[in-house]
């Protein structure tokens, strides 16, 4: 308790430190919108001038970044749809969620240290490499279509969140509509790319360094007064050979429970990984209290497959090969935080043997390795979808606001300029409320 208090305290002073810095700062006008510091809400950007070389000469390629643009604005329409779509549907799971399974407005939020599913370490370095490498896309591409850049710098807030490219307002409003939603979809590309390039090197990284050190059925949990609780089984044990059969996967052992009866003594074979060595015991099955049919009971609470020791390593690097199919198996690749099965820490790491050229380094670094690549893929993909939501001020509220007034200029050709962009603005906003209201709707609906 002591220690959490402490924690509380440095984070308070912290705090306290960063506002009081942020209002003499801005009481000796050291900040404004062109000076080295300004204000983004709480954020305080520190701008330069320095990297602006380096965008210049990468933005040189124009037609590769071009490309990218364009297969940045595909990938950021298709991530609009599926994004809104996921929003509707838990909007319609939410009515009969129930106030006890009701999602808390931490778990919404995407940010280390405040999502409990999201471990700070690994977390903040991922959404860092995220962020700047989205901004900078944006600054290549935006000198790919000639939109002059003012400078690059870092976000704070305490402590450094990111980083940004601050483009050019007049020359970005002045592009053509091809031109500035190249730029706007860039960073969404960016962040795909990364997910994609983190995912391909955990593939790698799990197949030539990580091996499973036991095959068996990990125990989630022992019921109390039953056979296995008698003979010492724990949670976090493997079972590997039940009446002489091995139990390499939850369906081998609920085979073999399904075809004993109570009151038969079975010989029972388990791995435990605290102490990495096998115990053996015989054990009598009962009368099994969850279900009529005259099955033997064990007594032990399973993990789903998919979370099982062996099973995980393919769920992180195959989802598509799921038995459940390709599209629940990258449900579960997404869902393993909320499912507490990654990062691969703690006791977890003794179900593992490091191999081939990282051995070496032992298993715990190779399984560190393991958790950044893991979770670099998910904030990137969080990052890229949520940053194509049309919501002010994205991403995707900019390519919204051209796609809507590229379809009504086609629609309506009378119009002029400033209806175009009465009209499509009036759009963005309703766009926008709905996007927030969706959100909202999920921790409202349950506890109505």
Do not use: C
Request: aromatic residues 8%; proline residues 5%; positive net charge.
């Amino acid at each position: 308790m002591l220690a959490a208090w402490v924690g509380w305290a440095i984070g308070a002073i912290l705090v306290a430190l960063y506002v009081l810095v942020v209002v003499v700062l801005v009481r000796n006008k050291r900040v404004g919108p062109e000076k080295p510091l300004s204000l983004l809400g709480p954020l305080l950007m520190t701008k330069t001038k320095r990297g602006l070389g380096l965008l210049d000469r990468l933005g040189r390629f124009k037609r590769f970044w071009s490309g990218a643009g364009d297969l940045g604005l595909v990938l950021a329409g298709a991530a609009m749809i599926a994004i809104v779509v996921v929003l509707l549907i838990e909007a319609v799971l939410a009515i009969g969620l129930g106030a006890s399974r009701a999602p808390t407005p931490s778990e919404a939020l995407g940010l280390p240290g405040i999502n409990p599913f999201i471990p700070i370490g690994y977390g903040l370095v991922a959404i860092v490499i995220g962020i700047v490498i989205h901004e900078l896309f944006h600054g290549i591409v935006a000198r790919s279509q000639n939109i002059g850049v003012k400078s690059v710098g870092i976000l704070w807030l305490v402590v450094p969140v990111g980083a940004f490219v601050e483009q050019d307002d007049a020359q970005m409003l002045a592009a053509t509509r091809r031109a500035r939603d190249r730029v706007a979809a860039a960073g969404i590309f960016a962040n795909f790319l990364v997910s994609l390039v983190a995912f391909l090197l955990l593939i790698l990284l799990i197949s030539t360094s990580v091996h499973p050190a036991v095959s068996g059925v990990e125990i989630a949990g022992i019921l109390s007064g039953t056979p296995a609780n008698t003979v010492g089984l724990q949670a976090g044990d493997l079972i590997t050979q039940l009446n002489g059969t091995p139990t390499t996967t939850v369906a081998s052992l609920t085979n073999i429970l399904d075809a004993s009866h109570p009151g038969q003594s079975i010989s029972l074979t388990w791995w435990n990984p605290s102490l990495d060595q096998y115990r053996s015991a015989s054990v009598v099955l009962v009368v099994d209290p969850y279900t009529t049919t005259p099955r033997g009971f064990l007594g032990v609470e399973i993990l789903e497959g998919y979370l099982q020791p062996t099973s995980l390593l393919s769920t992180m690097t195959a989802p598509w090969s799921s038995t459940s199919g390709a599209l629940l198996g990258f449900v579960q690749w997404i869902g393993l935080p909320f499912a507490l099965a990654s990062p691969i820490q703690g006791t977890s790491v003794a179900y593992y043997h490091a191999m081939g050229p990282l051995a070496g380094l032992g298993i715990g670094n190779v399984l560190l390795l393991v958790n950044l690549l893991y979770w670099i893929t998910w904030m990137s993909l969080l990052l890229g979808l949520s940053n194509a939501l049309p919501l002010i001020p994205l991403d995707g509220n900019l390519l919204f606001r051209d796609w809507v007034s590229g379809i009504a200029a086609r629609v309506r050709k009378g119009w002029t300029t400033a209806q175009l962009d009465n009209f499509s603005a009036r759009m963005t906003v309703a766009a926008s409320l709905i996007v927030v209201f969706l959100i909202l709707w999920q921790f409202v609906a349950p506890r109505l």
